[in-house]
Nanobody, 126 residues
Framework: QVQLVESGGGLVQAGGSLRLSCAAS????????MGWFRQIPGKEREFVAA????????YYADSVKGRFTISGDNAKNTLYLHMNSLKPEDTAVYFC???????????????????WGQGTQVTVSS
């Protein structure tokens, strides 16, 4: 059974940093891709960042470009999101997602991912 478990969320002041982790178990995604999305209550889940394991190509939402960095550790089957210069508008539940195959799909779309974690809350105070 595949599981994605996020950790690292919490409360931080504006301008601060956090590192989110997503530990995958049950299979590896070395042939696919993984991503981070976030959601505010009452709003749609939105793309934050994604990475293709093969080659390491990364993608970012414009709102986080230059502040967030997505990375992964294949040996640990773990995905990370390094978040710097956090803003109150970054407050959301952050979800990890994984796709088995990397076959040219648009990784910014929710629908292309096969597995999802339960989410971790990030709150940025002003």
């Amino acid at each position: 059974q595949v599981q994605l478990v996020e950790s690292g969320g919490g409360l931080v002041q504006a301008g601060g940093s956090l590192r989110l982790s997503c530990a995958a178990s049950g299979r590896t995604f070395s042939s696919g891709a993984m991503g981070w999305f976030r959601q505010i209550p009452g709003k749609e889940r939105e793309f934050v960042a994604a990475i293709k394991w093969s080659g390491g190509t990364t993608y970012y939402a414009d709102s986080v470009k230059g502040r967030f960095t997505i990375s992964g550790d294949n040996a640990k089957n773990t995905l990370y999101l390094h978040m710097n210069s956090l803003k109150p508008e970054d407050t959301a539940v952050y979800f990890c997602a994984a796709r088995r195959l990397n076959n040219g799909v648009n990784l910014k779309l929710i629908s292309v991912y096969d597995y999802w974690g339960q989410g971790t809350q990030v709150t940025v105070s002003s």
